[in-house]
């Protein structure tokens, strides 16, 4: 009789323990004082710096050209806070500017 083929089987590794987010509230470390904020379930909002005006019309040109102004001397020329706060492509702040508009 012929011996029979038996394919070789790789050795079983241990299982593998399923990995935890390491940007988990629960698993972060952080400096004494400092808490990871709110999660995203919580129902407070979060707001940064000054609240952006909320208009109950869309804004005409005037008076979107005047935002861009006010907004970028009271940024410090952070163009790219300006653009953010007001929703429009950073190059559409530069074309302003470059025209003039701004």
């Known amino acids: 009789p012929?011996?029979?083929y038996?394919?070789?089987t790789a050795p079983q590794s241990p299982p593998?323990?399923?990995r935890q987010n390491p940007l988990a509230p629960e698993?972060?470390?952080?400096?004494?004082?400092?808490?990871?904020g709110p999660s995203r379930q919580s129902t407070t909002p979060i707001t940064f710096g000054s609240p952006s005006p909320?208009?109950?019309?869309?804004?005409?040109?005037k008076e979107r050209f005047?935002?861009?102004?006010?907004?970028?001397?009271?940024?410090?020329?952070?163009l790219t806070w300006v653009c953010a706060?007001?929703?429009i492509h950073p190059t559409t702040l530069y074309r302003w500017r470059k025209e003039g508009k701004v």
């Open 6 to 8: 038996q394919p070789e």
């Open 66 to 78: 005047a935002l861009a102004r006010r907004l970028i001397e009271e940024s410090g020329e952070d």
């Open 85 to 87: 706060q007001m929703g």
């Open 27 to 36: 698993t972060l470390t952080l400096p004494n004082g400092m808490s990871p």
């Open 2 to 4: 012929t011996p029979s």
């Open 54 to 61: 909320q208009p109950t019309r869309p804004l005409n040109k």
């Open 16 to 18: 593998v323990p399923a």
